[in-house]
């Protein structure tokens, strides 16, 4: 059996469903993050994943045929998350998404989310903000907001204690808002 | 103070962080359902909102001036909820959104989020269809999947007992997956 669970985009947002799942496994696969915000439910051996990619997520699938895995991943595996990537049943977790939502008072059906992380998105913002008007992009360090036409609001660490809502990108954990 | 809460689009689906925020409150608004999702939390004084609207909304503000008050929305309160229209901070909670793309494997950031309840919203669903290809309408029984041109999926009671992907919807609770 082959699970991937969200744990959430910090400490203590956990669902009761997840720690059910997570405390039933042989084995618990995650990053270092994902794997201190689960740590006090996991029985099972833990092995720490300190690389992504295809090779390793083959390898996790092939210990499940034998084994109870859980694979976790920080906020929710469905928003640019291991869920896509990894063949297994997918539990959902709380987003940064989700988080800066709330921080802005915005509903998901009036946005658009686009993933930037590792890639140019530049024209992809541009046409969710012609359809909607109102952009959250998923940024790193490497996005560059005046490369976008709108108001743009940077959210960083959310649900973190060094959470900060600003106009620069410190971190590669950065919400960017876009708004025209 | 005034918090709006999501509880989770079913029980189980609490995070630690809702619960700590529930039993501190002096007074719980909430509908039936979500009053039983968070029952076994709560310290204060139960109302059960059995109309909603800005009278409604007004009086629970009013209340919030004195007390330490919580409103309870089912799922997340930015996800069609209340988080827009009461003037308190949101918590998030796992919505059903969530729990079809879990199941339907999607990405957050490939999909658009349309909200149907209530409205007319074929127009709306034409566009992003032209912009993205995949859409997930929050969709009630007087939504009619012949109106849109591509290949639906209706999800219906998720994270139930009696949780049904099919091609017709038979409640007001339905998210209608549509693909072009």
């Not at 896509?84 to 539990?91: A, D, L, Q, R, Y």
């Not at 940077?154 to 900060?164: D, M, P, T, Y």
């Amino acid at each position: 059996m082959l699970y991937v669970v969200g744990v959430g985009a910090a400490k203590g947002y956990l669902t009761d469903k997840a720690k059910q799942i997570i405390s039933k496994a042989d084995v618990v696969y995650g990053s270092k993050r994902a794997i201190e915000y689960a740590e006090e439910f996991i029985r099972g051996e833990i092995r720490v994943l300190k690389k992504f990619g295809r090779e390793v997520y083959d390898e996790i699938e092939r210990v499940a045929k034998e084994k109870n895995v859980v694979v976790l991943s920080t906020g929710d595996p469905m928003v640019s998350g291991l869920g896509k990537k990894i063949n297994g049943i997918v539990e959902p977790g709380i987003s940064s998404v989700q988080l800066a939502l709330a921080r802005l008072k915005l509903d998901l059906c009036e946005v658009v989310v686009v993933d930037s992380h590792g890639k140019n998105s530049y024209d992809e913002i541009e046409k969710a903000l012609e359809f909607r008007g109102k952009v959250l992009v998923l940024a790193d360090k490497n996005f560059d907001p005046s490369k976008v036409r709108g108001k743009v609001t940077v959210l960083e660490n959310l649900g973190l204690e060094n959470e900060r809502i600003g106009e620069e990108i410190k971190s590669d954990l950065a919400i960017v808002y876009i708004e025209r």
